[in-house]
T-cell receptor, first 115, second 113 residues
């Protein structure tokens, strides 16, 4: 079955550590996205990528980094510069073109807790 | 710039009653609109989407939404609520030549027995 996988489902981090969240898709989608979800705040866009080796900052990119070396993979690193990283992180992908009516498909999420 | 406003962060309805979740959008160009559902500790799942083909859109699990340009609204409805409908619902908007989808803050639906 085609879909998006995120790992791990739960992640615990000590303050000052960098951690990397995995996102893989086998839908052959061009665009991939990372969102952060906090209670009552909806989904906030961290980074997105429309093509391999290219990505753009979203609304809350500070303290995060990404790479897009392969079409199917879009890992997110939460660095020690992110002051409040405890949250639920969602990865999504989307087929590009010909119009904007293609929906995003979401992974199951990773819950990150800083101890 | 486009935006989405969902009225009511929490909505409670009795089992068997009408479900109405409100969404208003702001866009200077024709929008494309989506409703997603999220169950606890899971990702989002598409319920339905408006792509200008028809103003009344039917989705999964008995949900439907009507696009009303004059009211800039895209409210989600279901005639009879079921306990399994308890979840968080997100309205979202996308416009041409923009690879981003803008999400509302969500409405948590509670079903009362």
């Amino acid at each position: 079955d085609g879909g998006i996988t995120q790992s791990p489902k739960y992640l615990f981090r000590k303050e000052g550590q960098n951690v990397t969240l995995s996102c893989e898709q086998n839908l052959n989608h061009d665009a991939m996205y990372w969102y952060r979800q906090d209670p009552g705040q909806g989904l906030r866009l961290i980074y997105y990528s429309q093509i391999v080796n290219d990505f753009q900052k979203g609304d809350i990119a500070e303290g995060y980094s990404v790479s897009r070396e392969k079409k199917e993979s879009f890992p997110l690193t939460v660095t020690s510069a992110q002051k409040n990283p405890t949250a639920f992180y969602l990865c999504a992908s989307r087929l590009k073109g010909p119009g904007p009516y293609n929906e995003q498909f979401f992974g199951p999420g990773t819950r990150l807790t800083v101890l | 710039a486009q935006s989405v406003t969902q009225l009511g962060s929490h909505v409670s309805v009795s089992e068997g009653a009408l479900v109405l979740l409100r969404c208003n959008y702001s866009s200077s160009v024709p929008p494309y609109l989506f409703w997603y559902v999220q169950y606890p500790n899971q990702g989002l799942q598409l319920l339905l989407k408006y792509t200008s083909a028809a103003t009344l859109v039917k989705g999964i699990n008995g949900f439907e939404a009507e696009f009303k340009k004059s009211e800039t609204s895209f409210h989600l409805t279901k005639p009879s609520a079921h306990m399994s409908d308890a979840a968080e619902y997100f309205c979202a908007v996308s416009v041409f030549r923009d690879d981003k989808i803008i999400f509302g803050k969500g409405t948590r639906l509670h079903i009362l027995p």
